[in-house]
């Protein structure tokens, strides 16, 4: 059973480490971290190496699409550099998330390491109908539920997506597919540029594996007692 503490990421999204590390500090109760492209590029890869020496396991948060070797190439350098949970965008298709599962799969026994969890991100959580339609598609629920059966098909343990879905992946794909949930705030939080939203407590109950959880914490006034207000309520 993995507690409270085990089911929240926080989004380190920080401009450099230095910034990103006092936040670690304070919140020793936390045992995940995202690091994304702004943290990763600001601090050229060290930021992932840094959480692991401070015993912390990393969502490598870099969004892979490209083509299916690209990708694959991609997501075996992740493994090197110790991600715990690395993800690509559904929307490169069956081909490209296969190719990435079975070179994951592979690194991993090669490094004689823990195989990471490989996840898809279904639609942006900062996406809408209307933004949908924007670039040619329509429909959220339908775009979801037709990726994350895509992404189960092509072999990954889950999806990133936005807790308003999670009833419905759920039902295409099972009890076990791991769903990764941004989008996630607090009542008392600003929604920010999210626009699918559920608090932490909503988005567990509905059965979510991880909350994806920045801003609430991170732009706080005191990021210690937001994040200790958080994981109360996730318990």
Known sequence: MINGQEKVIIALDYPNWKEAE???LQIPEVKYYKVGLELYLASRGEAVQNLKKLGKKVFLDLKFHDIPNTVAQACCQAVDQ?????NVHALGGKEMMAKSASAVQEQALK???EKPLLIAVTLL???NEDDLQGVGLSGVEQSVGRLAHLTKEAGLDGVVASPREIKLIREKCGKDFKIICPGVRPTWA????QKRVLT????LALGADFLVIGRPITKADNPREAAQRILEEVQ
Do not use: F, H
């Open 111 to 113: 490094q004689k390491r």
């Open 125 to 127: 959580t900062s996406m």
């Open 200 to 203: 932490p407590k909503e988005a």
């Open 82 to 86: 110790g991600a715990d949970i690395l």
């Open 190 to 193: 600003a929604k920010g540029d």
């Open 22 to 24: 006092k936040l670690v």
